[in-house]
């Protein structure tokens, strides 16, 4: 089951950038925590409105934008 349901895209929030749950907390600041070394269980404290599934949501979408088909110019 996919948790991509909870990434929300606002015109008027974050600049255009992709949030969780309309929280304006983006999608690239927990992606940019876990690269940094800290635990799910270190996000969710610090950010108590999160919950686990916008993590994986997080991790989710970052794995579907880096699966682009790259084309060769002959």
């Not at 919950?51 to 970052?62: C, K, N, Q, R, V």
């Amino acid at each position: 089951m996919t948790e991509t349901h909870r990434i929300t895209v606002d015109p008027a929030q974050c600049g255009g950038r992709p949030c969780l749950r309309a929280l304006r907390i983006r999608v690239k600041d927990v992606l940019d925590l876990l690269a940094a070394g800290a635990t799910r269980e270190e996000i969710l404290s610090d950010y108590p409105l999160l919950e686990a599934g916008d993590i994986t949501a997080s991790l989710e979408y970052a794995a579907r934008q880096s699966d682009h088909p790259v084309l060769r110019v002959a």
